[in-house]
């Protein structure tokens, strides 16, 4: 096998979707991770050193380079997948077949991911570009323990103290979740795992998994929007 | 269950030949036995225009005991009719009641064209199949029947895949037109049986590649095809595929 047939054949591009899924799956618990540090009722200090670290420490940096490379490739190949499968019926049915045998949800991988596209570009603009490029009023300077760092903690209560961004944040954590509790089992099984022991615990671990990842996510404008932290 | 007769109204898909442009044509059929099997249904319908002096509804079936894979009917929604793991030729009619409109479809997909009616060209399958699915035998004196061990389990999961009769339901449910229910089934019932050894790299990389020549889509894991099957081939068997092509493939030299 060449290594174009990765992108080229229908198994290969499959593959590709699962092992950067995968990889995103990975870093979500990262992301929620360093996020919780909000919910540590100490006016956001754990989070900004957490934060601090993830932006200040070479390898995470590198790493980031990764994470956008993965996000695209999933992107970019998720969509030409889409549309190489629709084109695979040229004529389609006059009674669709609709839910009978599949989820809706594992249809609408496309869709779900479409809206979670729009939710990053809104949330690049409302953290990662001023934090990296182009500052905001609202990212102040903070000196914890004799560091400067942004105050990241106060652009997030800023951020989330209006009512729309909060419900935005929170229809994308729901889309987040249905992508995910396909996706989850689906990426195992594109990778090959064909035994039903695990593909049963995979199931389970991975609806746990989409609800736990995304609640943690929804709750966070909704905490700070209710005063909670 | 108690034998009843009904009228029903039918909406098939009529297309003189591949190249036309097809369209639905409403039939009201009457006096139709709860016992008779959907394809029966049609055999009547057809004596029927046959006498009225109009072209008869030209659709595929050869054994009518489900296991030659021939009967190909998209009927209201669901590759052979509402029954789990059923082919049409025996779909009977007491799934239906009095007054019911059944709407019959073609297979649909760019690598099942229609070449008249509800009969589609499989041929696709055809050589998927000659890609990959066999196994090479040399001539001479036949093998002991026992000579070869295989573990049990092996020999049940490649029974359960062999099971497959090649009707491309799968294609027809899968909302990506993909094949990969059946190529995995054949790669499957061969990659889990000794004899299936030698060429087992060459037949998944071979059958995929020939899979995507003929114009099927990818494998997204809905599930659609496993919930359709006459045969009930699990989705277990595509997973098992994605292995058996990266295996093949990472391991190749070039």
């Known amino acids: ?229 | 269950m108690e034998h009843y007769s009904m009228n029903l109204t039918l909406k098939v898909w009529r297309q003189k030949n591949k190249d036309s442009k097809g369209a639905f044509e409403t039939y009201p059929v009457k006096n139709i036995s709860s016992e008779m099997s959907f394809l029966e249904m049609i055999d009547v319908l057809n004596e029927e225009l046959i006498r009225e002096g109009k072209d008869p509804i030209a659709f595929d079936h050869d054994c009518r005991e489900g296991i030659c894979g021939m009967c190909s009917m998209y009927i209201n929604g669901r590759p052979h009719g509402p029954w789990q793991q059923n082919t049409t030729c025996q779909l009977h009619m007491r799934a239906y009641k009095d007054g019911d409109t059944i709407v019959i479809e073609p297979w649909r997909a760019n690598a099942f064209p229609v070449l008249k009616d509800l009969v589609v060209d499989r041929s696709s399958f055809d050589r998927i199949i000659q890609a990959g699915g066999y196994i090479s035998v040399n001539t001479g004196s036949a093998v002991d029947a026992n000579a070869v061990p295989v573990e049990k389990d092996n020999a049940d999961a490649a029974f359960a895949a062999a099971a497959c009769i090649g009707c491309g339901a799968c294609v027809a449910a899968c909302k990506n037109s993909s094949a990969l229910l059946f190529v995995s089934a054949k790669v499957s019932h061969l990659a889990l049986l000794p004899q299936g050894g030698p060429e087992r790299k060459s037949r998944a990389m071979n059958m995929v590649a020939q899979m995507d020549k003929e114009g099927f889509g990818s494998c997204t894991n809905t599930g659609a095809c496993e919930a359709v099957c006459p045969k009930g081939i699990s989705i277990e068997n595509i997973a098992r595929l994605n292995r058996e092509y990266m295996m093949a493939g990472a391991g190749s030299d070039k």
């Not at chain 1, 695979?88 to 991911?113: E, F, T």
């Not at chain 1, 490029?133 to 102040?140: N, V």
Request: charged share 10%; hydrophobic share 50%.
């Open chain 1, 1 to 229: 096998m060449k290594w174009s047939e990765m992108f080229t054949s229908s198994v290969g591009k499959k593959w590709v979707m699962a092992l950067t899924g995968l990889f995103l799956i990975i870093f979500l618990i990262v992301h929620a991770g360093i996020n919780a540090c909000i919910w540590a009722n100490d006016g956001g200090t754990m989070f900004n050193k957490a934060a601090h670290f993830m932006g200040s420490t070479v390898l995470i940096r590198i790493a980031e380079i990764g994470l956008f490379l993965g996000i695209f490739l999933h992107i970019i190949q998720g969509y030409m997948l889409e549309l190489q499968n629709r084109s695979k019926r040229k004529q389609g049915y006059a009674v669709p077949m609709g839910n009978k045998g599949s989820k809706w949800y594992s249809r609408s991988m496309a869709l779900l991911g479409t809206i979670l596209l729009m939710f990053f570009i809104l949330h690049w603009w409302h953290f990662w570009v001023p934090a990296r490029f182009i500052g905001h009023e609202e990212l102040t300077e903070i000196n914890i323990n004799g560091v400067h760092m942004h105050n990241m903690y106060n652009l997030m209560q800023f951020t989330f103290s209006e009512l729309w961004v909060v419900l935005v944040y929170v229809f994308a954590c729901f889309s987040l979740c249905w992508h995910l509790v396909h996706g989850f089992q689906s990426a195992f099984r594109t990778v090959g795992v064909s035994n039903s022991k695990y593909l049963t615990l995979i199931k389970n671990v991975g609806i746990g998994y989409s609800v736990i990842i995304s609640l943690a996510f929804a709750m966070m404008p909704v905490s700070m929007y209710l005063g909670w932290v």
